[in-house]
């Protein structure tokens, strides 16, 4: 079965303030007023929020990625000393990307004038409502989990021009328990120190998102098998608690990749002497539902 996008809801959500969210593939590129409903400029934090969206009209700050307008550290005047500014843009998970890690895509373009290490740009994600956040490009204790596709972005000094970046997050599902229906914020920030240097900032355009799993019409159900013991070494146990005559397992590592897959598991456990220490994910399917597991192989 192709790739589809999953599950996505009839019922739209309401988000404070900002009307309907529900998506799971979409680009937001600052000239469409529909999906404009997922922005917040934040003001709670700092009234004099210096993020904008409009036509970049500064001298290194020109042009957006695609006319006409993009989001920037002011679209007019070189950011100012002494500050923070974020904006955030809210998601719902309404594929099942996150719940069996699969694709979570956050990728856009970027463009950074500011001094180097001093002013610069930051990347967070929270799964709960802003109680968590974590830092994509800095993070070390979840950085397994965070796919980059070739390298980081480089939020500060000059990239001389357009960069993409792109991520999948999907493994972060598993590790913070994101469940279809939970609400995403993304939040980018800019920092500037004590030193006014009169540069133009950082500017984001273009941002792709995409929520989906392969070929999965099941129902989760996170009753239907046990797994032990967790960590584990040589053997995982599997203690089916409903049989059926179709079941499936399939093993992946925190990259994605498939180290295991069986179409008609009929055993009790699975040998785990030729996996490599680390964090797996295990998917148990009947024919009506499934379930993800994940667990730790330690030799």
Known sequence: MKNILILYFLSLISIAAFGQLEDDFYILNFDDSLNLQ?????????????WQVGLPQKTIF????????AIATDTLNAYPSNDTSSFILTNIASGLGFTWPHTVILSGQYFVNSDTLTDFGIIEMSPDNGNTWIDLINDTINAYAIQWNVTKPTLTGNSNGWLNFYANIANLGPIFNIQIGDTILYRFTFISDSIQTFKDGLMFDDFHFEDYAEGIEEIQNDNLISVYPNPVNDQ???KINKISSSQTIQITNYQGQVVYDNKYFQDSYIDTKHL??????LRYSDTKSFTVKKFVVNH
């Open 236 to 238: 995982l146990s599997i």
């Open 276 to 281: 490599n220490s680390g964090l797996y994910f």
């Open 38 to 50: 997922h922005l917040t400029i934040d003001t709670s934090s700092n009234p004099n929020n210096i």
């Open 62 to 69: 020109s042009s957006a990625f695609s006319p006409l307008n």
